[in-house]
């Protein structure tokens, strides 16, 4: 095999066949099913299977000598020994006179391999992270390519191409005379944010203390933080904030940034990038200034200076989270200064680095006065950002919940998705199950997450950025909320906390939300079902009665979880004063922070319509205006978060509001005692370790299911005094 490197220079290469092998060490496969390895867990395939891929060349070239690269080729030795029972031998590259053809998968970026194979041109141009398949013959010899524009395309095209094998695709798709696959990511900011504290607890973090930080240090062992990044590299994800939005100025102290790069070393081999969240008083509290004003030059030096201290420690930092001025976070409007301000002081430090500034758009008043019926957290997103539309330095990107208020059961689209047309945007989505059952109770959150990202803005005349190449704009049709990004940096950011606990998120099944928002963020386009399916496989292996049991089962389970927390779109009626996962319906109303659902002796519901409430219905394009302002078009499932309406209001469905409510909680306790009759099915077909945790896990819920559909049917009686048709709740109850 003879080239000619691009370069000029009239360099010959080949595979030496007589090159050292690498003495990978390799771990041994899999022992006790704790959920450690995920849905990385390269278990053994059959010999009928493994048979499949015994065309996959038995060697393997890794064209360059980065860290990435590395890891790349380390990962694709040890998913084919645990997977295959095979040895891949590792070649080196050396400069020859003469060809001497190896069958190898080869693993490099575009531009080195073109030197190689001079015949490869990809079918589409290879964007940052984006990555190609293709199999080729040069000289006799075949050849599996994983190629990229970057080191880190090459490894995420080494895990696409261990799933395949460990997902068994058919000898078609993986026959290596035949693969030719590019795989482009859909935006270049992936990220998930930890709410860790340096004490080592995590806010909303239901998996196990920090996997970074103790006793108020970085860890001095971070294995699982290693392995953390290798999880979150193995579905795309490009970088990881590690500490609580709610921020310690401490973490920006010099002694602390030493720290932190030890966590950095060990993201960097699986291109995870580090970032941090920073506190906007840091300047004042940590800084020797006395104030943190972010129009003040000594606060911009303050920043500038700490930025260039970090990045000598930590080159390639990703950038900083910002949440100020929400739930007592101290923020520009101590000075009269905007969002923006503050924004873009921290990232002109940022910019001759290439670093970020995420700033959250979950800024709002807590103290609102309950009794004043035009008050409204859910406008507060949009009221605060939409003015500073093209503020904003072209480094910041406005980080925007999915919902308008907090990441409930089920909210409509943030109508500041449509709002911000001259600005980055993130969806921020919640994998850590706050409002969802906290990990105890089953709910894939996918399903939830893609009617955000599939709704129609119904913007017609938009025009975007390319988001790759900076081209000039495109016109667009339908603008879908949280996917569309105006801008050429977007993306997803997700609330993920996992923890020490063996299985990250302290449930096995809660995984799938954590698999599911990196594959969604790769591609939005992809299904719940798609996702589901994949997942459930990696996880749990071929048996069909398995798979086809879990995957349905994950996705009835966010339906069947709002079934009895919070139908009709009426929030979760969850204790939000306290541990936001028992019913506490009363704890909503009465306070200033803004979770009410209004409900009294007569009705139900948010009245959000322009007409006679709140006008939060004003935020969005007159199209969906018009489908949200109207009962006769508003969805019977968001309607109490739109409206106030009677019990008595028959819906869509034909049903009353008080009926639906009965009926959708006895159903939902009903279905919740179903999933344990379903999970019994499966004793035998999988790991007894897994089968039992899980099955105690449904027990609970069942229990749980119980315990909701009594307290909310008896709060809801209580109120309207309408007993229920069938006799289960209220005067003579039959229950
Ligand atoms: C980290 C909700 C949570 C808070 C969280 C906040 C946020 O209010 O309950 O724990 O704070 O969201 O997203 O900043």
Known sequence: MTLTRRAGAALRFAIFGTAFVCAAVLPSPVAAETGAEAWLRYSALSPQAAKT?????????????????????????????QMLGRTLRVRTLRVKTSSSPENAIVLGKLIELQALFPDLHPPQVLRADGYWLKSTKSHGSECLVVTASTDRGVLYGVFALLSKIARGESLAAIDITAIDEVQQPYAPIRWVNQWDNLDGRIERGYGGPSIFFADGSVRSDLTRAGQYARLLASIGINGCTINNVNAAPQILEDSFIAQVSRIADVFRPWGVQLSLSVDLSSPKVIGSLDTFDPLDPRVAEWWRKKVDEIYRSIPDFGGFVVKADSEGRLGPSTYGRTPADA?????????????????????????LDWRDLKNDRAKAAYDNFHPLDGAFDDNVIIQIKNGPIDFQVREPASPLFAGLRRTNEAIELQVTQEYTGQQRQLCFLVPMWKEVLDFDMHIEDLHIEDMHNGASPTPVKDLVAGRVFHRPTGGFVGVANVGMDANWLGSPLAMANLYGFGRLSWDPNLTAEKIVGEWTRLTFGSDPLVNQTIAAMQLNSWHLYESYTGPLGAGTLTNILGN???????????????QWHRADHIGIGMDRTMATGTGFISQYPPAVQKQYESLANCPDNLLLFFHHVPYTYVLHSGKTVIQH?????????????DFIAQWKTLEGHLDEERYRDILTRFEYQAGEAVVWRDAICHWIYGLSGIPDDKGRVGNGSRR
């Open 343 to 367: 924004a873009n002081v921290i990232a002109r430090a940022l910019k001759p680095h290439g670093g970020v500034v995420f700033y959250r758009a979950f800024v709002y008043n807590h103290h």
């Open 661 to 673: 409510i009965y009926d959708s909680h006895y159903e939902g306790a009903d279905r919740a005692s």
């Open 580 to 594: 936001h996962y028992d019913p506490g319906p009363e704890s909503s109303e009465e306070n200033g922070w803004g």
């Open 53 to 81: 891929y015994e065309r996959l060349p038995a060697n393997t070239v890794s064209l360059g000598d980065s860290l990435v690269l590395k890891t790349a080729q380390q990962e694709l030795l040890r998913g084919a020994s």
